[in-house]
């Protein structure tokens, strides 16, 4: 359900896009005041639609309430206004708005705006922003469509250690090179071979990623990987903490807690079509090799080789559990 939130002190809107979008059953309209603008951030609509002309502040003042509020920061927003002075129109698209409608604009034009947008949304949210790789949707979509073709294949499931304390020491913006430094060693290896086009490579969020090999190298990509990165991830490290080895951070009581440089944690699954029956059991078994290389010290692979998912890692084995380092 898509949110559509006005902020008019009238009617006259409302009941038009009410009436034009009254055949897309899965958007919901509202109506907000001026001085319900904070009712409408708390529940954090998709598009946000203001008249210019209604309003009882200077809009300015409402994109500042908008844009200053973390869950609004990027939500759409357009403007309907009567006013078609260029400078004043050029002022309100600096100010990060969408589109900007004459009073005037028929409803087949705003009605074609607003799905547009709520297209761009759709597709956005299938792409990472941050490392541009595709998202939930198209992992779920690329699992199905070898799971319903019996096509073998090798699920990697991907991500870093003591990450947190290294944006905790870093900060935030060079976690952020770091999650995109992690994207492309992993996308240098999955999809560098002549074959790339079966191989997918996707990020599910934060410093969690996802790769499907269908090559059968998969051990070999993992050296890589492990490898290239911890050979590249000094770089974004002090020489202080690399020399010593570890980060020092700060707990919430002020005592300095020790915790080891970010490695990289690799778990892998083979998948059969008769091992697994759904992309679900996929999911849990790549949850738990994974959780065992996280328990391992330093960049590690772990590849679950088991044809029979009820066998425990307690026995980790050459023919069950391959356990891999750099």
Same mark, same amino acid.
């Given at each position: 359900?898509?949110?559509?939130?006005?902020?008019?002190?009238?009617?006259?809107?409302?009941?038009? *896009?009410?009436?034009?979008?009254?055949?897309? &059953?899965?958007?919901?309209?509202?109506? %907000?005041?001026?001085? !319900?603008?904070?009712?409408?951030?708390?529940?954090?609509?998709?598009?946000?639609?203001?008249?210019?002309?209604?309003?009882?502040?200077?809009?300015?003042?409402?994109?500042?309430?908008?844009?200053?509020?973390?869950?609004?920061?990027?939500?759409?927003?357009?403007?309907?206004?009567?006013?078609?002075?260029?400078?004043?129109?050029?002022? $309100?698209?600096?100010?990060?708005?969408?589109?900007?409608?004459?009073?005037?604009?028929?409803?087949?034009?705003?009605?074609?705006?607003?799905?547009?947008?709520?297209?761009?949304?759709?597709?956005?949210?299938?792409?990472?922003?941050?490392?541009?790789?595709?998202?939930?949707?198209?992992?779920?979509?690329?699992?199905?469509?070898?799971?319903?073709? !019996?096509?073998?294949? #090798?699920?990697?499931?991907?991500?870093?250690?003591?990450?947190? #304390?290294?944006?905790?020491?870093?900060?935030?913006?060079?976690?952020?090179?770091?999650?995109?430094?992690? +994207?492309?060693?992993?996308?240098?290896?999955?999809?560098? &071979?002549?074959?790339?086009?079966?191989?997918?490579?996707?990020?599910?969020? =934060?410093?969690?990623?996802? +790769?499907?090999?269908?090559?059968?190298? %998969?051990?070999?990509?993992?050296? @890589?990987?492990?490898?290239?990165?911890?050979?590249? $991830?000094?770089?974004? *490290?002090?020489?202080?903490?690399?020399?010593?080895?570890?980060?020092?951070?700060?707990?919430? &009581?002020?005592?300095?807690?020790?915790?080891?440089?970010?490695?990289?944690?690799?778990?892998?699954?083979?998948?059969?079509?008769?091992?697994?029956? @759904?992309?679900?059991?996929? !999911?849990? +078994? !790549?949850? #738990?090799?994974?959780?065992? +290389?996280?328990?391992?010290? =330093?960049?590690?692979?772990?590849?679950?080789?088991?044809?029979?998912?009820?066998? #425990?890692?307690?026995?980790?084995?050459?023919?069950?559990?391959? $356990?891999?380092?750099?």
């Amino acid at each position: 359900m898509k949110k559509i939130y006005i902020l008019d002190e009238e009617k006259e809107l409302l009941n038009s *896009l009410k009436g034009i979008m009254k055949k897309e &059953k899965n958007i919901d309209i509202k109506r %907000y005041d001026s001085d !319900g603008l904070e009712d409408a951030l708390i529940n954090v609509p998709d598009i946000f639609v203001i008249n210019e002309d209604n309003l009882t502040i200077d809009i300015k003042k409402i994109f500042k309430i908008i844009k200053n509020n973390e869950d609004n920061s990027i939500t759409p927003i357009i403007v309907i206004s009567s006013n078609d002075n260029e400078e004043h129109i050029i002022e $309100i698209l600096k100010n990060d708005v969408e589109i900007y409608l004459q009073s005037s604009v028929s409803s087949e034009v705003l009605y074609y705006s607003i799905m547009n947008i709520i297209k761009l949304l759709n597709r956005n949210r299938m792409v990472s922003p941050l490392t541009g790789l595709p998202g939930n949707v198209q992992i779920q979509a690329e699992m199905n469509k070898r799971l319903s073709k !019996g096509r073998k294949y #090798a699920m990697m499931y991907i991500d870093l250690d003591n990450f947190k #304390a290294y944006n905790d020491t870093y900060g935030f913006s060079n976690g952020d090179e770091v999650i995109k430094l992690t +994207a492309r060693i992993v996308s240098k290896y999955v999809l560098e &071979k002549d074959d790339k086009d079966q191989n997918f490579v996707g990020h599910i969020g =934060g410093d969690d990623f996802v +790769a499907i090999v269908e090559n059968g190298e %998969y051990e070999e990509i993992c050296q @890589n990987i492990i490898a290239e990165f911890d050979k590249s $991830i000094e770089k974004y *490290l002090s020489d202080e903490d690399v020399k010593r080895g570890y980060i020092e951070v700060e707990n919430r &009581k002020g005592i300095m807690e020790e915790f080891p440089l970010t490695s990289i944690s690799v778990g892998v699954v083979e998948v059969t079509k008769e091992k697994f029956k @759904n992309t679900l059991e996929i !999911g849990e +078994a !790549g949850a #738990a090799v994974k959780h065992l +290389a996280k328990t391992i010290f =330093g960049s590690t692979y772990v590849i679950d080789r088991r044809e029979n998912r009820d066998v #425990a890692f307690d026995k980790p084995n050459k023919k069950n559990v391959l $356990i891999g380092k750099k």
